[in-house]
T-cell receptor, first 116, second 105 residues
Framework: AAGVIQSPRHLIKEKRETATLKCYPI?????VYWYQQGPGQDPQFLIS???????DKGSIPDRFSAQQFSDYHSELNMSSLELGDSALYFC???????????????FGAGSRLTVL | AQRVTQPEKLLSVFKGAPVELKCNYS??????LFWYVQYSRQRLQLLLR??SRESIKGFTADLNKGETSFHLKKPFAQEEDSAMYYC???????FGKGTKLTVNP
């Protein structure tokens, strides 16, 4: 079965550069979540989208922005990168609505960003 | 505010021993709780959800509202259970710091 696809798998950037991470949710999942997991840290919620609209916002820096497109894929844009942005960025998707499968997130493998 | 506490950063047991990974939460409403597992170099995977009240890979977790706990238990640990375990709360998942479980042969 198709899973959540994240691209790129690894990315190396220098300070003050920009980076874009992409997430392709499971088909028919209309909700996308972004998480940041620093080295040895727990995943921290950044932002989520439902039906192409931002649904919730967590600890996302102002230098970061994200959007969800008409095909439900999402992109996380990071500008003015700092050393502390080095982390594993997870995307997760879920179907909306009620019932057993609601709010059950399926995670992608993550995109590892290294800022030098 | 929503908060999840996993008091043990590391937990090491021998194969066949019982294991309990502790999780306490802070939430004013009716909580929705999950256990996620992250095996070495793999993605986060849902292990258990409190609403389903099922046993996955021999693991169970019971929501205790009085103690605000959702401890994960397994009566006989296996080596393949070695992984990071995260307790999470709510629909957007507030994670605990995680417990690294090592099951020794």
């Amino acid at each position: 079965a198709a899973g959540v696809i994240q691209s790129p798998r690894h990315l190396i950037k220098e300070k003050r550069e920009t980076a874009t991470l992409k997430c392709y949710p499971i088909p028919r999942h209309d909700t996308v979540y972004w998480y940041q997991q620093g080295p040895g840290q727990d995943p921290q919620f950044l932002i989520s989208f439902y039906e192409k609209m931002q649904s919730d916002k967590g600890s996302i820096p102002d230098r970061f922005s994200a959007q969800q497109f008409s095909d439900y894929h999402s992109e996380l844009n990071m500008s003015s990168l700092e050393l502390g942005d080095s982390a594993l960025y997870f995307c997760a998707s879920s179907p909306s609505g009620q019932g057993f499968r609601a709010n059950v997130l399926t995670f992608g493998a993550g995109s590892r960003l290294t800022v030098l | 505010a929503q908060r999840v506490t996993q008091p043990e950063k590391l937990l090491s047991v021998f194969k066949g021993a019982p294991v309990e990974l502790k999780c306490n939460y802070s939430y004013s409403g009716s909580p929705e709780l999950f256990w996620y597992v992250q095996y070495s170099r793999q993605r986060l995977q849902l292990l258990l959800r409190h609403i389903s009240r099922e046993s996955i890979k021999g693991f169970t977790a019971d929501l205790n509202k009085g103690e605000t706990s959702f401890h994960l238990k397994k009566p006989f640990a296996q080596e393949e259970d070695s992984a990071m375990y995260y307790c999470a709360l709510g629909y957007k998942l507030v994670f605990g710091k995680g417990t690294k479980l090592t099951v020794n042969p």
